[in-house]
């Protein structure tokens, strides 16, 4: 079962608009992860968050990490069609789960 | 950087006959790795968690007898889809980790294509 939901599950949006992702776990998470991914490809890992709280950002995306380590977002400013893809949290909770995934489309 | 090969990127088999997807830590000691499925436009699938010199752990829904898993040792984890059928055509993907403790890093291999005509 997943234990990671992600919201939306598919995101539609024009070159240059900026986007959220969310990521919601039941559970307080100890580490939470975001990658990038192409079906039929290797993950692209983008960040790691550990700390309640935390904020991280490369390039023009930034994820960050509610205060009770429950929820996640991933934010991407000025989308490009690079960003394209299938954006996946994952989460350790011993065995290491992914979200429900999103997949983004940026229309040129 | 550590690095998990994972063999073979793709494969084509015919029903019935057995697959071997290996995965390998290449410079480091990898004490518990993960296998994941992918069907597309969905998100991956924990299939399994396997620690080395012990039987591997399945998720809830995966058949323990078609998924082989044997993680022999501390640098190679196997997974043989067993008399496979076009329904596990998939994406499989492993991981290993690096540590004991949570979180530790996680390395993921590029994936096999498996197609089963």
């Known amino acids: 079962s997943q234990e990671l939901e992600q919201s939306p599950q598919s995101l539609i949006v024009q070159e240059g608009k900026n986007l959220t992702i969310n990521c919601t776990s039941s559970k307080t998470l100890y580490g939470l992860y975001w990658y990038k991914q192409k079906y039929g490809e290797g993950l692209i890992f983008l960040m790691m968050?550990?700390?309640?709280?935390e904020e991280k950002s490369h390039e023009k995306i930034t994820a960050k990490l509610d205060e009770k380590k429950q929820q996640s977002s991933l934010h991407i400013t000025a989308s490009q069609p690079s960003h394209a893809g299938i954006y996946l949290c994952g989460a350790d909770l011993y065995q290491f789960y992914f979200g429900t995934g999103t997949s983004l489309t940026v229309i040129p | 950087g550590a690095v998990v090969s994972q063999h073979p990127s793709w494969v084509i088999c015919k029903s019935g006959t057995s697959v071997k997807i290996e995965c390998r830590s290449l410079d480091f000691q990898a004490t518990t790795m993960f296998w994941y499925r992918q069907f597309p436009k969905q998100s991956l699938m924990l299939m399994a968690t396997s620690n080395e010199g012990s039987k591997a752990t399945y998720e809830q829904g995966v058949e323990k007898d078609k998924f082989l898993i044997n993680h022999a040792s501390l640098t190679l984890s196997t997974l043989t889809v067993t008399s496979a059928h076009p329904e596990d055509s998939s994406f499989y993907i492993c991981?290993?980790?690096?540590?004991?403790?949570?979180?530790?890093?996680?390395?993921f291999g590029n994936g096999t294509r498996l197609t089963v005509t």
């Open positions: 991981s290993a980790r690096g540590g004991e403790y949570i979180p530790s890093p996680l390395h």
């Open positions: 968050l550990q700390k309640g709280g």
